[in-house]
DNA sequence: GGGGCGATATGCT
DNA sequence: GCATATCGCCCCG
């Protein structure tokens, strides 16, 4: 069981390698960042609370699930204390369960006749993992769960999985052009569905 | 494996 | 109103 009210720089490494489920998939998480609240300029909390973003100052254990370039849903768990800001994104995960209702949302999203997806692309990169596990903007704000949770029952679940038994790596984020003087990306190394830009992070200064 | 561009809610000005 | 967004696709070497 993962403590989701600490610090996101302390659950982020902890939920590479756990499992999280909706429904038929299942992902075990292999690439996250954390963000934190005002004192993070590259947060969507940065500027205090909006609509939006409310839920990241709420209780810890909901989604926050927000449209990205209009085409992509990202999910980030909250974490941290009820009242305090924090979130960790999830950018990717290896389908270990479901891979065949993966597949069919990741490629009825796409071109028709275009390649077939390959196992690990499934969840690789933000924008995918949330098309694998079929989010949709109204499950921001949905809760976690980090109790026994099988295919067939609704909602979002949690489990350990190979939490804290995973070598791990961090660096910059992605696509933040702030703050990028902070290691505040994790993932698992030599693990092919983290999301290319692991291996050409594209900090300001080389 | 790199560059170009889409397509839209959100939140400053 | 408008720039921006925690990106991903496709096409071209």
């Given at each position: 069981m993962i403590d989701l009210s600490r610090s996101p720089?302390?659950?982020?490494?902890?939920?590479?390698?756990?499992?999280?489920?909706?429904?038929?998939?299942?992902?075990e998480l292999t690439e996250v960042e954390a963000y934190l609240g005002p004192d993070d300029p590259a947060s969507h909390a940065f500027r205090g609370p909006t609509a939006?973003?409310?839920?990241?100052?709420?209780?810890?254990?909901?989604?926050?699930?927000?449209?990205?370039?209009?085409?992509?849903?990202?999910?980030?768990?909250?974490?941290?204390?009820?009242?305090?800001?924090?979130?960790?994104?999830?950018?990717?995960?290896?389908?270990?369960?479901?891979?065949?209702?993966?597949?069919?949302?990741?490629e009825g999203a796409?071109?028709?006749?275009?390649?077939?997806?390959?196992?690990v692309e499934l969840a690789r990169g933000p924008g995918n993992l949330g098309r694998a596990l079929g989010l949709v903007i109204e499950d921001s704000g949905a809760v976690v769960g980090q109790s026994p949770h099988g295919p067939r029952e609704p909602g979002f679940a949690l489990a350990d999985g190979r939490s804290g038994q995973v070598e791990l790596a961090c660096g910059p984020r992605v696509g933040v052009s702030l703050a990028h003087e902070v290691d505040w990306r994790f993932w698992i190394p030599a693990e092919p569905s983290v999301s290319r830009y692991a291996r050409s992070p594209r900090a300001p200064r080389g």
């Amino acid at each position: 069981m993962i403590d989701l009210s600490r610090s996101p720089l302390e659950v982020a490494p902890l939920l590479l390698g756990a499992v999280l489920r909706h429904g038929e998939v299942a992902l075990e998480l292999t690439e996250v960042e954390a963000y934190l609240g005002p004192d993070d300029p590259a947060s969507h909390a940065f500027r205090g609370p909006t609509a939006r973003t409310q839920v990241m100052f709420g209780p810890p254990g909901h989604l926050y699930v927000y449209l990205s370039y209009g085409v992509h849903l990202a999910a980030n768990l909250v974490c941290a204390p009820d009242g305090t800001a924090g979130a960790v994104l999830l950018r990717s995960g290896r389908v270990v369960d479901g891979a065949v209702v993966a597949r069919r949302r990741r490629e009825g999203a796409r071109r028709p006749g275009s390649a077939p997806v390959p196992d690990v692309e499934l969840a690789r990169g933000p924008g995918n993992l949330g098309r694998a596990l079929g989010l949709v903007i109204e499950d921001s704000g949905a809760v976690v769960g980090q109790s026994p949770h099988g295919p067939r029952e609704p909602g979002f679940a949690l489990a350990d999985g190979r939490s804290g038994q995973v070598e791990l790596a961090c660096g910059p984020r992605v696509g933040v052009s702030l703050a990028h003087e902070v290691d505040w990306r994790f993932w698992i190394p030599a693990e092919p569905s983290v999301s290319r830009y692991a291996r050409s992070p594209r900090a300001p200064r080389g």
